[in-house]
């Protein structure tokens, strides 16, 4: 592989909001700059986002313009430098006249003196992407993950009506809207998303990635398997220069390895939910871990749909040896999903898809038990005792996040619930269980619904579970 110094990547997005006759335009650009080049750019990341937001007011009842960022951890204190050469204007026949701002990180305020008016806010956007994950990530990958880190302004009163993203073809493009692509051209769907869609857009440096298509049981996956990185210095211009480049890691081995978990997943998952819910499925292998202050790892994946039928699923390279492939390929295939007002929401949509990930991933009840014996230990080392911890109906919310915090429930949802799930099961018959576990999929996929009665229903089928019996192993989750 010829050494290059970072080449130039770009990206034009446009975007439109509207609220009856009012309604903004965002564009943005996104480039891959020279390393070097930060004469008047603070800039650590490759991919920067230059952003135009363009705002036309008809009949604006109020005397400032108030545009909001509703997620960044370090905004306040980092503003300048992930909302670099700010700049609002006012065209006035046809001029731009540069207008007086208020900007504290989280809000804009804009004085608007005259009620028809278009206004036009520009900034270069860098992502605080690298300062939540570990490692060179940002070299391939560049989230905006709206949920994580506002990237764009927002007014609730002024919902999105179309975005359009132009990604040039050294990139790969994936979002969490569902998008037509014409040419370079993505004209996102977001007019049948809420005012706060969380838009997220997450872009690969193709230079970086091999791309291999699997097919099974009509499913089509697409893996982008991480070529890695090398970080190295040369002289250029008579002083040491940093170079990055692709790595070579991918082996026939290795590739030997991801098919076969791929295809094994699959066939196991399509006997369960059919193929009425999925066409096609991209795993996008990536560095994604983080060191916390008490010097754990926390490693993340996730899994969003892109259009119909279009599962992305993101996982950090460990994720093949663990269950946490299965674990998203579930979510991949499980299309009902129960209301997060429902105290049962998180048993059902991340407990339970772990305990039937394991099933997939170990295909035992001995294995599974060897995973928990592992674990076990780790949750004791931090404090927790598996029987006080909180009961899974009461999590409200999936606390874990970047900055570490939210282990207690965390533990509850992906490691208490599926452990008690198993020690059920070992009693009842493990056979069964999961036998009975596969049917309740299937059944509740196929009548898209999901509830506690639903899951009673099939999990004590052909069991002898009192009703006292299953009563204190709900209440012990
Ligand atoms: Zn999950």
Redesign the pocket.
Known sequence: MKKTIISVLAAIITFTFGYSQTFSDISVRATLEEAGDTTHKMQIYPLLFYVNHRIELENYDSDTLVLTLKKGDYNKMFKDFFFQELEVSLEKEGTPVVLEYFFDGEQLKIPIEIKNSVVNVSYLFQSDFGMKNSSTTVLYLTPFMNEWHSWYFVNDDIPIKSLTVNVPDNLTFYSNVSSVKKGNIYELDVENTTADPNISLYFLDNEYYEKKTFENSGVKCNVQLLKGVIVDTIQHNMKDSIIVYPDNRITTDYEKKVKETVNNSLKHLVSIFGVENIDEINIVEASLSLELDNDSIYTW???FNMNDKQSVILIDTSYWDKNSVQ??L??SFDAVSVPKTDSSHYFF??SL??YLSLTIKYGSEDKIDSVFQKILPKIDKMGYEIDSLPSIFTATENLLNLAGIGNEINIVI?QKVPLLLHNFAKEVGYERFVMNLCKFYHIANSEKMMNMQLFEKYMRQGIAISDEKWRLFIKSL
């Open positions: 994946g996730r899994q674990h998203e579930v979510h949509s991340e898809v772990e992906y």
